[in-house]
């Protein structure tokens, strides 16, 4: 019997109008600090660094959409992190044999098959299931505002079995038996964590957050402290 995690990325749903706001680094440091360095950097030269993101209308009705092609097996476990490279570790202990990856970026390693020798992170966590046949093969849904392009990863779908497809593109019904939604925080701005919490929440299955936490982000109230702290951040 096959069984499939879905994995979703908040960063299918963000749009930005400077394709260089982003870091494959997952820490504290930039999940929350660095995005207030970029907020004083731009603000200095008149420009509000909440203009250059948009959320995707998308998100209102993306779970009616995946209902339309999916099913949720009745012990379905859901998971939600800050890390997308959690989607090993649970694809492992689901025992997944097929991954469905929604997100902005494909995760199956930036460098060729060489960047599979790494070990797992938030780059390649997809390409190493794959390599270390914890799965058989992988669906990757882009979002529309990737900067990314299949041809990227040729070597990589060519020595193993990825594909990049449109949801339209499903055929059947497949059923999942985990799903694990990722904050992506170095890529996706503080300002949205309440809209994704009531992204999870609008799932309408109970989850386990696993290191996910709310960061504030509160522009009104900073003083020259934080100014000093954060641009050397």
Sequence with gaps: MERCLLSVDWDYFIDTHNKNLGSRLENNKNIINLWYKRYFQLNESGKNIQNLFQLSPDVNNFW??????????????????????????????????????????????????????????CANWLGKLLKNKVINEADIIYSPYTTEKPEYFKQICRSLNARFIALNDLDKREAISAVHICRSGAWTPPWFDEQFFNFIKDLGILYKIIDCPRRKWDTKHLS??????????
């Design 64 to 121: 009616s959409e995946i209902k339309n092609h999916f099913e949720f097996t009745k012990d379905v476990q859901v998971y939600v992190s800050d890390s997308h490279a959690l989607s090993y570790d649970i694809a492992e202990k689901n025992r997944s044999n097929m991954v469905y990856l929604f997100d902005a970026h494909s995760d199956l390693g930036y460098g060729g098959l060489s960047s599979l020798n790494f070990e797992v992170n």
């Design 224 to 233: 020259f402290s934080d100014r000093i702290f954060y641009s050397i951040a």
